[in-house]
């Protein structure tokens, strides 16, 4: 079953952690210093919050599949919008390893269709930082404006 996934970027993570924890009930599923998530199952929810960009609030938006078939029929709806999408295989970001696509709203919110194959220690490729490359970027360029992947 699809999970619906939401990440805001936010100023100060321990005083989030403690008002989102109060709010859903529970502590972060996964926690570091610079980032925190919650897999709830009332909502059904992956809910994330980050520290690492200047823009605060809505990062992103996304959908999370549990395999690989799932993600493919995500993938042909949003063939169906005729919409660009940005394909991402095995990318490193938030801790995990995932198969992702991209895609923009009429709004300009990027949406994050993706299915995660396992977690890994750093937040990102920390390889992509050493050849020069944007330490904190999982998204595509064009809607990369904030931290999960800014």
């Given at each position: 079953?699809?999970?619906?996934h ?15 924890s ?31 960009s ?25 063939d ?6 940005e394909?991402?295989e095995?990318?490193a970001?938030?801790y ?7 895609i ?38 064009e809607n ?7």
């Amino acid at each position: 079953m699809k999970r619906l996934h939401i990440h805001l970027a936010v100023e100060n993570l321990e005083q989030n952690i403690t008002f989102y924890s109060t709010m859903f009930g529970c502590r972060p599923t996964i926690q570091h210093d610079d980032y925190a998530k919650w897999m709830l199952e009332d909502p059904r929810v992956n809910f994330a919050i980050s520290n690492r960009s200047t823009q605060l609030g809505l990062d992103h938006l996304g959908i999370q599949a549990e395999n690989e078939q799932e993600l493919q029929a995500i993938k042909q709806q949003l063939d169906a919008t005729q919409a660009p999408i940005e394909a991402q295989e095995g990318a490193a970001c938030c801790y995990a390893r995932s198969d992702k696509y991209w895609i923009t709203d009429p709004q300009g919110i990027a949406w994050e269709s993706f299915h995660s194959l396992n977690d890994i220690p750093t937040f990102n490729d920390q390889k992509a930082a050493s050849d020069g490359e944007n330490p904190f970027a999982c998204r595509p360029a064009e809607n990369n404006k904030s931290s999960c992947c800014s």
